[in-house]
């Protein structure tokens, strides 16, 4: 004799309630720390623009790894390029880049810096500065959070 099919739509709710499905399920949204994580990865994200803005290499000290990977492309003649950037090349840069403020006005350039997830040890950001965009990957090390890998790119033509 066949179930009536009130009690199979109970024990089939009662087991779907009880058992979620796990085969093709996304993983929760990572619970990003709040508050001083998520402010001091901003900061150093600002830092390592105004750095170079304000000539200012302990910035970089300050916000960056020691074994950072940067990487960016520019355009020159149409085309891009690609460059590659070392820890000492950037904090050396800071020490120039802005000199006498020939390049950009520090109070008045384009200067933005968005987290976009920050997690016990890893955080992700993104600044625009007057030569572009870059993605920031940080890490937490003894409490301080440092830029550890960098992706630019020069503004596309016409922005």
Same mark, same amino acid.
């Given at each position: 004799?066949? *179930?009536?099919?009130?009690?199979?739509?109970?024990?089939?709710?009662?087991?779907?309630?009880?058992?979620?499905?796990?085969?093709?399920?996304?993983?929760?949204?990572?619970?990003?720390?709040?508050?001083?994580?998520? /402010?001091?990865?901003?900061?150093?994200? &600002?830092?390592?623009?105004?750095?170079?803005?304000?000539?200012?290499?302990?910035?970089?000290?300050?916000?960056?790894?020691?074994?950072? +990977?940067?990487?960016?492309?520019?355009?020159?003649?149409?085309?891009?390029?690609?460059?590659?950037?070392?820890?000492?090349? *950037?904090?050396? &840069?800071?020490?120039?880049?802005?000199?006498?403020?020939? +390049? /950009?006005?520090?109070?008045?350039? /384009?200067?933005?810096?968005? /987290?976009?997830?920050? &997690?016990?040890?890893?955080?992700?950001?993104?600044?625009?500065?007057?030569?572009?965009?870059?993605?920031?990957?940080?890490?937490?090390?003894?409490?301080?959070?440092?830029?550890?890998?960098? &992706?630019?790119?020069?503004?596309?033509?016409?922005?």
């Amino acid at each position: 004799m066949p *179930l009536p099919r009130s009690v199979v739509l109970i024990f089939t709710f009662a087991l779907c309630a009880g058992f979620p499905a796990t085969s093709g399920a996304q993983p929760a949204a990572p619970t990003a720390p709040s508050g001083p994580d998520r /402010v001091a990865v901003r900061q150093a994200a &600002l830092d390592y623009v105004e750095a170079l803005y304000e000539v200012d290499s302990t910035r970089i000290m300050r916000s960056v790894h020691p074994d950072l +990977r940067k990487y960016g492309y520019y355009k020159r003649d149409g085309t891009y390029r690609g460059t590659a950037m070392t820890y000492e090349q *950037l904090r050396d &840069l800071a020490t120039r880049w802005n000199e006498n403020q020939k +390049r /950009v006005d520090p109070d008045s350039s /384009v200067k933005e810096a968005v /987290v976009f997830e920050v &997690l016990d040890k890893t955080a992700s950001a993104k600044v625009v500065a007057d030569w572009g965009v870059d993605y920031l990957h940080l890490v937490k090390e003894n409490g301080t959070w440092k830029i550890r890998q960098v &992706l630019w790119q020069s503004p596309p033509p016409g922005d």
